[in-house]
């Protein structure tokens, strides 16, 4: 009996290697645990990680003055507080506009594995990204030289800027987007299936262990791969029309490609797909998906199966304290809000 | 000259005792340090402060999905990181509607001190306030039905209500909203103003002191007093009629009685005046208040002299973490936000 039973965890273990393996092999990385591996991947070279810029970050993201309604921040629509999505259908911007191609907001968090910003992929870094929204009429509307007027305007930003870049850096648009991007950059939630990855096999449960078998044999990690579980260009609609195409006139990239979402925190990030037409991380949903891009149907017990798997990918948040910002001054630009 | 040098900070410290009972005296108290006395005055009896009420009511304060559109949470109107407040002339709620009455959002920074909230006072207290905003239609629009059903289909929301207040108590609309107050009974900020009163009487520098006393000289105390230096029912317009009272049709309660504002981190809580029309704590905003309530001209020195005082009012914001949301699920009620 004994033996049995040791049999049967050696079994386990070692099934639940094999599939670590397999995952690894069928392209799904960990988000690593080690701090400096972890920092190798989320500092850009070109605008290293350092505290000072991802405190001041933090405070910009939080900013509704570098709206021009002074309501709008890059938390309204990437709230850190909902998986880092607004639960929109399409996202709501400037003066309650709605995304004029019916998009949904994407999640910021882990935004920072992704090969290309954008669902077109238009954008090859946050730091370009951030650039987008604040200035889009239909989201933040506000000019370059009103963002830094309203930096410049506030002595302690502009303390807090020469405290990260040394005091003769100048106050750009640029180097505000920067500064965001470096904060960005710390969203990242590690899982219990990172730890699975690698090597606590005890971190799933077996039921979330057969999915992700599932999940890699069906195919879905195809698209959905590397360290977000999606990040890259990929063909949509490959074997038969989304069912909500209509919805928007969004067509993705010069090739039709479009950015795959994450699937990391997926029960926080609905309404799913890039227009948001479908509510609920349901069968229909994973169903819509085997249909559309794999050409295959999944039956009701696989698609149980990856649902489960995929609430595994629920990753523990970074702490935020929310920011107290410094208050405006006489000379800081006047919002444009009330209608 | 070791003498003088003693006999000026004696004479000082004697000039500074007697300042802080003259303030005592008119009516200024400080924010307690005492943690129990604080408690005293900010624990409701009826909806006493437990620290699983304070969690709970940060997470309803900041979820946006209390609204209609699942865009607006408290903190929309009453940012946190902005003196609580959301720096706009007139509140702009629901799909982008300004309120009817061109009303500015008061903060909820140490409103607990107020005896009337709403700035016509209709209402006497924060648990009965918070439910004012979520209900109307050009603030967050939402019913109590749909209040309690976005709360009931979240299952960790219902475990948090257990914790709470016990596992028999039914989630109500009203429970709801008491328990954000719990949270904003929290949001008090001491400043050296209050070390000041309470004797150290070096928390404010010599022209912060000669502020505090032309303020009492001059008798804007006669409003400005109590912990909040507001918070009462008071005429508005005494003497002249107030310089942009053509905007907005507010009239004040019944009696034309107006809710004084705190005058506490008034830095951040500009616009001023209950229709913000005055946009910056400049000496045209103390002239006018001189000239509308007390029917004098306060000279250029004086009116520095209080503006330097209420500067030192800016008080310490308590540490607030940003709150993870627990998810919505497919029963939880459906938004009404893209146009």
Not at 140 to 152: E, H, I, L, N, P
Not at 236 to 245: E, I, S
Not at 252 to 273: C, E, H, S, W
Request: proline residues 6%; aromatic residues 8%; hydrophobic residues 35%.
């Amino acid at each position: 009996m004994k033996t049995l039973f040791l049999s049967a965890i050696v079994a386990t273990s070692v099934m639940g290697a094999t599939l670590a393996n397999e995952a690894k092999k069928a392209g799904l990385q960990p988000i690593p645990s080690n701090a400096k591996t972890l920092g190798k991947l989320t500092s850009n070279p070109k605008n290293p990680t350092t505290s000072a810029k991802v405190e001041l970050g933090k405070m910009l993201y939080f900013d509704p003055r570098l709206s021009k309604s002074g309501l709008i921040s890059c938390n309204t629509c990437h709230n850190l507080a909902i998986g880092g999505v607004d639960g929109m259908s399409a996202a709501i911007g400037h003066k309650w506009t709605a995304n004029p191609h019916g998009l949904s907001s994407p999640t910021v968090y882990n935004a920072v594995f992704y090969s290309q910003q954008f669902w077109d992929g238009r954008s090859p870094h946050l730091e370009d990204q951030a650039q987008g929204p604040i200035q889009a009429a239909p989201e933040m509307a506000a000019s370059k030289d009103y963002v830094t007027g309203v930096v410049t305007s506030i002595p302690q930003y502009v303390t807090a800027f020469q405290k990260a870049y040394g005091k003769n850096t100048p106050i750009t648009f640029e180097k505000v987007t920067d500064t965001i991007a470096v904060f960005e950059r710390t969203l990242v939630t590690p899982s219990r299936y990172d730890a699975f990855l690698q090597g606590n096999l005890k971190a799933l449960t077996p039921a979330e262990q057969k999915g992700l078998k599932t999940f890699i044999d069906k195919g879905c990690v195809s698209c959905h791969n590397g360290i977000a579980l999606g990040g890259t260009m990929q063909a949509f609609g490959v074997v038969a029309p989304y069912k909500h195409a209509n919805v928007g006139d969004f067509k993705g990239d010069k090739n039709g490609m479009v950015r795959v979402p994450t699937l990391r925190n997926i029960i926080q990030t609905a309404p799913y797909f890039h227009n948001g037409q479908i509510a609920t991380l349901s069968e229909a949903m994973i169903k819509e998906m085997g249909r559309i891009q794999l050409g295959i149907d999944l039956s009701d017990q696989e698609t149980t199966e990856i649902e489960t798997f995929l609430k595994s990918l629920e990753g523990k948040k970074p702490a935020v304290t929310y920011p107290i910002l410094p208050a405006s001054t006489a000379k800081t630009p006047k919002v444009d809000a009330v209608n």
